[in-house]
């Protein structure tokens, strides 16, 4: 069995990457453990920023995106029992939307599998090989029986706990790490949501959100104990905890409804760099994950996935490498950003067993801050609705590339960094 870009993993990562490549005239196979049902009825993030918006729309999978997506101009953080509204299209001009990413996977496999795309669910023993070598493989157990993938490359999509990372020698990777000591119990209750807008709340007995994936069924958070068994949390008490921490005098009061979906997610942020060793290229949670309190995992990985496919894009259509070489750094530069983001809203907002009164004090005044001054609010506002796409380089390096090609792919394969730097530079100077 032989195609062109072999990928491991069909969350959005990979479903997306087969989508971007199939409308550029690359094949793929995408490999996947789990059953259809399991990927398209696993409940995770709920908000897609405008640039990942868009791309799902212009690429064709964004009918009931743009139909049953609820587009929002704003968030409310709510601490001292008082809500203080972001306001997102005034400070930004721009939107985010919530849209499960269970629904953004189910609208992937449909197209994917509408345009005879070749995805193969329940397959085990899934494992990358020689793709520091000239035969990159993927090996796989299919209905029981042992297969081969023979492809140019691999596309490492397999979330956090794949087989692709690992793969790769350790030597040849440097790990960021930050864990923290809470967690999220999530659940999905099917009641209205009591806010058009979703609510952040910082309390002193933890930190809760108020999202919604519906106008009919409300998404809610509370801070908890990581290590927590969830058969701690009888309904009753997560109704009482996220009361008391969304209380205030607003009125604001979540109606209860039945709870049909319930969950404790650890924190952690987390990059590897880089982010590519050979031909095997890591995107989404296999490289990197963040706390959810900026709304940005799937974000990420929609980021990482189309730099990928234009990269490849660059390479069959025109036989250039440059774009696969600095995949990783092109996106570094975003994920870090992306980072510092979801670990300030984080620290922010979540209660610290370890703080003292002096953190206390400076934490209230941090989201004072934001919630009273414009600039500390459209900070906050512009890297929630996404930082723009690193699109003008690649544009500006298409523009460019036949004047000094070889010197340049050269530079980048030395020092991605380097190259990147010296060529944005270049382009101020000459205007
Ligand atoms: P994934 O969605 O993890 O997809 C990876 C796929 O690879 C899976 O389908 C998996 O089954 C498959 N796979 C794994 N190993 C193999 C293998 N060996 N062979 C083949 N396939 C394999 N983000 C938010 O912004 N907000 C949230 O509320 C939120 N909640 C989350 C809750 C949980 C429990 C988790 C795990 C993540 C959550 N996230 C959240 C993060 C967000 O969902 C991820 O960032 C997003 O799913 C990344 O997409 P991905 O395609 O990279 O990885
Ligand atoms: C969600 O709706 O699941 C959600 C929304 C915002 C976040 C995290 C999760 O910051």
Not at 34 to 60: F, N, S, Y
Not at 208 to 230: E, F, K
Not at 390 to 414: C, G, I, P
Request: charge should be neutral; glycine fraction near 8%; proline fraction near 4%.
């Amino acid at each position: 069995m032989r195609t062109q870009v072999g990928i491991i993993g069909a969350g959005p990562a990979g479903l997306l990457l087969s989508h971007l490549l199939h409308l550029a005239g690359i094949e793929s196979v995408l490999l996947e453990t789990q059953t259809r049902k399991h990927v398209e009825e696993r409940v995770r993030a709920g908000v897609l920023e405008e640039v990942a918006e868009r791309l799902l729309i212009d690429t064709g999978v964004g009918g009931r995106l743009k139909r049953e997506g609820l587009r929002h101009h704003g968030i409310k953080i709510r601490y001292n029992g008082e809500g203080h509204r972001i306001d997102f299209k005034h400070l930004t001009g721009s939107h985010v939307t919530v849209y499960g990413q269970q629904e953004v996977v189910k609208d992937l496999i449909a197209v994917r599998l509408g345009a005879g795309g070749d995805i193969r669910f329940e397959v085990a023993e899934v494992s990358p090989h020689d793709f520091e070598g000239a035969e990159p493989h993927i090996r796989f157990m299919e209905n029981g029986k042992q297969q081969v993938l023979h492809c140019d490359f691999i596309a490492g999509c397999d979330g956090f706990h794949g087989v692709c990372r690992p793969a790769i020698p350790s030597s040849s990777l440097t790990v960021f790490e930050r864990e923290y000591p809470f967690g999220w119990l999530g659940v999905l209750v099917e009641a209205p949501p009591a806010s058009e807008e979703l609510i952040y709340a910082h309390h002193e007995r933890g930190f809760a959100l108020l999202s919604m994936r519906s106008p009919q069924v409300s998404r809610l958070y509370v801070q908890c104990d990581p290590n927590d068994d969830i058969a701690n949390w009888s309904d009753a008490r997560v109704w009482e905890e996220f009361h008391a921490r969304m209380s205030g005098d607003d009125g604001v009061r979540q109606q209860e409804g039945r709870i049909i979906q319930k969950g404790i997610t650890a924190m952690r942020s987390f990059v590897v760099e880089p982010m590519q060793h050979g031909k095997l290229f890591l995107a989404g949670d296999a490289a990197h994950i963040v706390p959810p309190t900026g709304a940005k995992g799937m974000n990420l990985a929609v980021a990482d996935v189309s730099i990928l496919s234009r990269a490849l894009e660059a390479y069959y259509k025109k036989g250039r490498e440059e774009l696969l070489a600095a995949y990783s750094a092109i996106c570094l530069r975003r994920i870090w950003k992306v980072q510092r983001f979801s670990w300030w809203m984080t620290s922010m907002l979540h209660k610290f067993a370890e703080h003292t009164p002096f953190d206390r004090r400076r934490q209230l005044a941090e989201i004072d801050y934001v919630t009273s001054s414009r600039a500390a609010a459209t900070s906050l506002a512009e890297n929630y609705v996404g930082l723009p796409m690193e699109r003008d380089w690649v544009q500006d390096n298409r523009k460019t590339q036949s004047r000094s090609s070889n010197d340049f792919f050269r530079a980048r394969l030395a020092n991605p960094w380097a190259a990147f730097r010296k060529r944005r530079d270049a382009r101020h100077i000459l205007g």
